[in-house]
């Protein structure tokens, strides 16, 4: 199986955290979002771990929250002792309705509205980190008519390029997010934010992409802006004191993945930053992370159920599910790869090879192609695996489809988290 989680029980049916998948289907329907809470507490604690086994524990991890946001998980990180990174108001006002501490929450966006920014300010969000020279300019203003100083972070490219797909990649100079490093920007956007009156800069950030496998490029990250954190005491005399080294370790979506597990690409930055410090003679700074993907990732599977199965001959054979790009677009926008089995056939060999279709009025509206599937007949329940992140934050109503229910499973039982949408709540804002 891909994921320790997973299991089939005497009945044949997939399990996830002990739960039977079938069960879930038919008891809340289709298509369905599950997650194992136990799993994303398990991902959670193996973070903190390694911070208080590798650094004595001087840093924070905040969920990365555009990989799931919903209440739920506000409040399970939370209690796990992690933070949150949001990147926009809903977001932001989510963390803040289940309770997240303000403080314990960096605020993300490369493009932050004045709204949003007054909503950090005025929450008193722990980290802003800021992107762009006009955008310190309206955060002071804003900042000085609240009476209030914030903190702030600069988010840097450090210019490492991830190996991974171009539209995940963010190191790089051609990027829309942050400053650069090689061109001279970085270093003359923390000499600007130093100027400003109401804007306390305590760091640096860089987030080098997503679904990185393996532990070089971050290290060579923590090492390109540690020593950039080294010139600026240098140049202008400011120690800065933080240093968010963001997201980005890989899953094993498919059984071909072999990513490096999360605690061993922490283990290796942390190493990074305690050498590169003692080389440069450089205070160790206190380090964040922003995982995503690596919290809730494999955590999570979406159900559907087989609406039909359509043989074209000598081309392919498609599985057409109740479901699509409107719960999960990731194949249409990067041709991401995902496992996926008959829940209820979950013991036989996946013997056939098919295309998943959506029910989406779009060609391209796939799950996946080419997939190892047991041979699917109308009314089987569709697993696709490894679906908890990026999959319910990126949904949409294309279609006038309500967004699925998202359920949590924890010790066998589960309970609704966000409830199915209705038609009523599409037309909620028509006039
Ligand atoms: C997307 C993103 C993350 C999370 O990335 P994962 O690959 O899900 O760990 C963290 N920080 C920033 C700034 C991001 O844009």
Redo the contacts with the bound molecule.
Sequence with gaps: MLTPNLTVNAEGHLCIGGADTVVLAKTHGTPLYVMDENMIRENCRGFARVISEEYGGRGLICF?S??LSCKELYRIVDSEGLGA?V?SGGELYTALKAGMPAEKIVM?GNSKSNAELQMAVTHGVGRIVCDNLPELDRLNRIAEASGKTVNIMLRIKPGIDAHTHDFVK?GQIDSKFGFALETGEAMAAVKAASLYPNLNLVGL?C?IG??ILDTAPFAEAARVMLGLMNKIRTEIGVTLPELNL????GIRYTEADDPMPFSEIVRAILGAVKETCAELSFPEPFVLF?????IVGGAGLTLYTVMAKKTIPDIRTYVLVDGGMCDNPRYALYQSRYEAMIANKAAEPRSERVTIGGKCCESGDLIGEDMPLQPAAEDDILAVLATG?YNYSMASNYNRNPRAELVMVRDDAARTVVKRETYEDIVRNDI
């Design positions: 990365a555009k990989a990174d990147v993300h963010t950030h987030h997503s679904q963001g997201g980005g370790p922003e995982p995503g993907r690596s992140a």
